[in-house]
């Protein structure tokens, strides 16, 4: 498997040097080098498909390149990758490149997506809604998950499910942090002024408004339009299919209503405290 992994990679090392330099010829090679290599960072089960699937579409509308490869974080056996291979495989991103990731809100990482030549897109969701996401994919969608087991053979309910996502899994091939402490590894990302903070629900409902930030904040960054900013924010949209996404099953924001119980609710709140108001999804804690 080891000699199938790598030649997998070493093909795909062919295929982004022959999508740059196409790239290049169309666009010029003085545009592609100063564009910023651009990077879609996300919670697990965030909306880090939806936000690849946007960023591809920078590819019709600038020198902007889809290298094909697997999360930053990530070996192309899906395997966790350590720190240094991360920051590797961020200093091997080239002016234009496209790359997604699950990236936590420290240093060395920090540094090293924040500076010239860089722009970071960090999506978050309603965490109401990414835990249900989460308990629907590790047991109906993904049965290699790790938490696939604990799900289904030691936990009958939905209302069991969302309890163990909101409060943790301590057990042995089953371990899962408490939604606060998820969420904590991410939140330094608000506080980065060099990155810019994109709702999964306004890419959902209010997406051409959402577009326009990121094509403004792109040009901050050293981007220089090529086309006109309605049919960037066209092909943006043109690019969005999230039915294609192996992840993909139910994409509309408040769906945790549907899900979450009295005594779930209150768990949540007693174990959150205000994680709610700090990320804009509620005034108070007098949520129902």
Partial sequence: MKVYFRTKRMLKLLRWRGRRAAAALRWGAGEQRSTP??????????????????LHGLTRIGPFVDPGFPPLNRAEDNSRQPEREVLANIANMRPGDIAYGYIHAREPFISALTGP??????????PRDMIVSHVFYATQIH??????RYYTQNLSSMEARIEAAIRGVAEPGSELSAVHSRYQAY?????????????????????EAAFERLLDYLEQRGYRPRVGRQQAIQALNQAVAPKKSGTYRKAQPGNWREYFSEANK???KQQTGDLLIRLGYETDSNWQ
């Fill in 117 to 126: 030549g860089r722009a970071t897109v960090f999506v978050y969701r309603d």
């Fill in 37 to 54: 290599a651009v990077l879609g960072n996300a919670m697990p089960k965030s909306g880090s498909h939806l936000i690849i699937q946007v």
């Fill in 266 to 268: 209150l768990s949540f």
């Fill in 187 to 207: 939140l330094g990302w608000l506080e980065q002024p060099a990155v810019l903070c994109l709702r999964f629900e306004d890419l959902i409902l209010n997406r």
């Fill in 143 to 148: 049965p290699g998950h790790g938490m696939h």
